[in-house]
């Protein structure tokens, strides 16, 4: 036989076409109904077997159009379809004047038999013209087929959607948990640090002072090594004390958010040579700590960004309130960058920095914009609600 293969899909035509070559029938391919039309209008065909959902005609209205036709009327027309599979699809390929209905994908048997079927039913008795099936009534069956579709799918997309709002849900509560277990840390490392290793580095350097200050002053030598040994311990006291405030903020926790940017701003010119102009509201009272927490650990992040890949000179850090919003604006003069598109996120493993700092001001109810330029610098700004009365803005600048 030569079975003219009806499918948009170029690899679901190639499958049936290997089936049926195999079986030792010949096909053709269309790819449309009425690309199926085209190919019918020349060449000569035994059967068709025809997916529904196509562009431009799909199954159910070539199959009409076939039975409708005075040569073609009789034409044997299996539908195979994985989309349409309930009992009004059924139903509707009947109407439309189908022989078989098959769902994809279905053993090679079944549409073998189903072919077998369909030309013992023609040869058995030669096909009636499909009952005259009043068009109006198709469109009608068919347009409330695909509003039945379109329901379905409507649903199983707002089930999805629900899904994807929960899995969404639950990874800000990880993160969150994440991020605190992560503070909680630091916190411990910072003070192990401080109450254990810097205090026996003190002890170290001043027992070397002691040391150096008994040497002899004509073992020039060894006073030399001595002396050079205690700046050593100087410095490593210092660096550990660094680590340590890094970690844990006390400058924040015990003198507040001006301080604490005011700190960690120094620190960062002091560490990079970048300058930092911070230009703070004075607060009147402290901020919530989760609050505060999070716009200084987005300030060190997006500082942290700044050293990697801003090529900045300058950096401005101002904290405004503007009614009950306090607002942390960090702008720099580098490079700039593409925030929809930059390198990370097209490797497709972006970095952590932006969206950690996303996170930390959605956790405090607050909102993370990133405007930026290629060669027009960066600007963060932070908003974050604070309740009324938990803290007074003054004109004044610190
Ligand atoms: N201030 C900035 N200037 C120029 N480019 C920036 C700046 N901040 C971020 N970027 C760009 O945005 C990208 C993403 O930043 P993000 O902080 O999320 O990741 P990262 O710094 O690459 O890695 P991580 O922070 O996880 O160590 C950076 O790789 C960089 O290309
Ligand atoms: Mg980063």
New binding site residues.
């Given amino acids: 036989m030569n079975i003219l293969v009806v499918d948009d899909i170029a690899t679901n035509r190639k499958l049936l076409k290997v089936t049926l070559e195999a079986e030792g029938h010949t096909s053709l391919e269309a790819a449309d109904g009425v690309d199926a039309l085209k190919i019918l209008a020349h060449q000569t065909v035994d059967a068709v077997i025809s997916d529904i959902l196509m562009p431009n005609m799909d199954g159910f209205r070539l199959c009409h159009a076939l039975r409708k036709s005075p040569q073609l009327h009789a034409l044997p027309f299996i539908i195979y379809t994985a989309t349409y599979t309930s009992p009004e699809d059924m139903k509707l390929a009947q109407t439309v004047g189908a022989d078989k209905y098959i769902t994809k994908p279905a053993p090679t048997s079944d549409i073998l038999n189903a072919l077998r079927e369909v030309m013992d039913k023609k040869a058995a008795r030669p096909m009636p013209v499909a009952a005259p099936v009043e068009e109006a009534y198709v469109l009608q069956q068919y347009s409330q087929a695909l509003v039945n579709k379109l329901e379905e799918k409507n649903a199983e997309l707002a089930e999805a959607n629900q899904a994807l709002k929960r899995t969404e849900e639950r990874l800000r509560a990880l993160t969150q948990r994440v991020v605190q277990a992560q503070e909680a840390e630091q916190g411990r490392v910072s003070r192990e640090l401080h109450d254990t290793i810097t205090q026996t580095l003190c002890a170290v350097l001043l027992r070397s002072q002691v040391l150096a200050g008994k040497l002899p002053a004509h073992n020039k030598v060894a006073k030399g090594e001595a002396i050079e040994l205690c700046e050593m311990i100087g410095k490593t006291v210092d660096e550990v004390e660094r680590i340590s405030r890094n970690l844990r903020p006390v400058v924040l926790d015990q003198l507040g958010l001006v301080a604490g940017l005011h700190d960690a701003s120094t620190e960062f010119t002091n560490q990079t040579g970048v300058s930092v102009k911070v230009d703070c509201v004075k607060l009147a009272r402290r901020l919530p700590a989760d609050t505060e927490l999070a716009l200084y650990r987005i300030l060190q992040?997006?500082l942290?960004?700044?050293e990697?890949?801003?090529r900045?000179r300058h950096v401005i850090v101002q904290l405004t309130k503007p009614g009950n919003i306090v607002q942390l604006t960090i702008n720099?003069d580098?490079?700039?960058?593409d925030?929809d598109h930059?390198?990370?996120?097209r490797k497709g493993r972006?970095?952590?920095?932006?969206?950690?700092m996303r996170e930390r001001a959605t956790y405090v109810g607050g909102t993370f914009t990133v405007k930026?330029v290629r060669r027009g610098g960066?600007e963060i700004e932070i908003r974050i609600p604070v309740p009324p009365g938990a803290t007074a803005a003054e004109s004044t600048h610190l």
Avoid: Q, R, Y
């Fill in positions: 992040e997006t942290k960004n700044v990697k890949h801003a900045a720099d580098g490079i700039g960058f925030p930059h390198p990370a996120k972006g970095g952590l920095g932006l969206l950690g930026s960066t």
